[in-house]
């Protein structure tokens, strides 16, 4: 293939839900979408995962805005592409970016798996035709009203519950979520909100028969992580640390975690997370497929991936109905009794509908073969 054109559709669009973490709440979600369109006209879709702060990662919507159109579009446009492993390849001297360069090289995954006639998830190596998802919840403000929420989707039969906790909202409000569901496959994400002195709070939250506790400490505390599932059954997940194949492999021999949540944007594409599901499966590290609040196709592409058989825990993957109002994909993501079905048209299975992005549409962007690389070093 040889990519002619790469048009950028940034969106805002309305959560149905605020979503509070530990970094804070959101009720709107900007999103750039990324369509790759080839000599022969066929169009390749990605979505950026960045967050609209650089609160989550260092990557944040401007930024990777500025880094797709600099450098990540104008180095892929009028190159011969035979396999999208490549893509990593010609990105690889451009230092980190890993959410910029990811949806590009996803576009370019989705453009092959047309051209084949084959799935994205077929020409990711996956054999599963359906992924199991669990649910996200949000910090609420009451623990009456976090319950609320978990029923509604323990009856909507997701495989599993995960509730964000922060210092202040956790082991009392575990404990109130395990007196009404003792049983349920619960789990808990800190988004780095502790430290090794909090080593008690972290303890009492071992008393609760959860899946995991999902990356506690700071992105980059390998060592910290490692020190703290020494001092706990429940497996320590990681999330925000996972930010390379390297990381996978440094933290898998450390002994930081037990289960890795991979998020393909967070790790540079979906030739890395390919890499590093392989890397897990060898040393029986279970993976997850992550959610970064995604539009209809960043959810495509996460249930492609999850189609691996080392994605052996339920992802993040909800319906598109549970985030949005309308998603820009046809037909929509739905989960149905925790079971997400692939599709089995070309790519990422959906058509991308361009009249329902219209109404989230700011601006359109496009990179063509005159935007060359504009950089002051020079080979
Ligand atoms: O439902 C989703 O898409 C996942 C929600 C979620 O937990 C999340 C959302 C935004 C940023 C980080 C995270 C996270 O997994 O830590
Ligand atoms: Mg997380």
């Keep these: 293939m040889k990519i002619k054109e790469i048009k950028l559709y940034q969106l805002l669009m309305d959560m149905r839900n605020p979503f509070t973490t530990s970094f804070g709440t959101q009720q709107k979600r900007f999103i750039t979408i990324v369509e790759a369109i080839d000599e022969d006209g066929t169009s390749g879709f ?8 650089p609160l989550y990662s260092e990557e944040f919507m401007d930024s990777t805005l500025i880094a797709l159109k600099k450098y990540f579009g ?18 690889k001297p451009f230092k980190r970016n890993n959410m910029a360069k990811a949806c590009i090289e996803g576009a370019v995954w989705d453009l092959y798996a047309k051209q084949k006639g084959i799935t994205l998830a077929e020409a990711l190596g996956g054999k599963k035709t359906s992924v199991d998802v669990g649910v996200s919840l949000g910090i609420e403000d009451t623990d009456e009203a976090l319950l609320e929420k978990i029923d509604e989707k323990v009856k909507e039969g997701y495989k599993r519950i995960k509730v964000k906790i922060k210092p202040g909202r956790d082991v009392d409000m575990i404990k109130n979520i395990r007196e009404v569901y003792p049983d349920i496959p619960l789990m808990v994400d800190a988004n780095s909100a502790y430290t090794l002195d909090d080593i008690e709070t972290l303890k009492a939250l071992d008393e609760f028969n959860l899946m ?9 505390d390998l060592i910290d992580h490692a020190k ?3 001092e706990i059954k429940t497996p320590v997940c990681l999330d925000e640390s996972i930010d390379s194949y390297e990381a996978a492999a440094a933290a898998i021999e450390m002994g930081s975690c037990q289960i890795i949540n991979v998020k393909v944007g967070r790790v540079g594409g979906l030739t890395q997370s ?7 499966e060898k040393h029986n590290i279970p993976l997850w497929c992550g959610g970064m609040l995604e539009a209809g196709v960043g959810r495509l592409h996460n249930v492609a991936i999850t189609s691996l058989s080392n994605f052996t825990l339920p992802g993040d993957t909800a319906s598109s109905s549970r985030y949005w109002f309308e998603d820009i994909i046809t037909p929509e993501v739905v989960a ?14 959906a058509e991308v509908d361009f009249d329902k992005m219209k109404q989230y549409l700011v601006k359109t962007e496009t990179i063509t073969a005159d935007d060359q690389l504009d950089m002051i070093m020079h080979n």
Excluded at 212 to 220: F, K, S
Excluded at 274 to 280: Q, R, V, Y
Aim: charged fraction near 25%.
């Design 274 to 280: 390919i890499k590093i599901h392989d890397l897990a």
């Design 336 to 349: 149905e009794n925790g079971t997400v079905t692939i599709s089995d048209k070309p790519g990422i299975g």
């Design 74 to 91: 104008p180095l892929v446009i009028g190159k011969e592409i035979s396999h999208p492993d490549e893509v990593w390849e010609i990105y």
């Design 228 to 230: 703290l599932q020494k």
């Design 212 to 220: 995991m506790i999902e990356q506690p400490l700071m992105a980059g």
């Design 46 to 53: 990605g979505e950026c995962v960045s967050g609209e702060d």
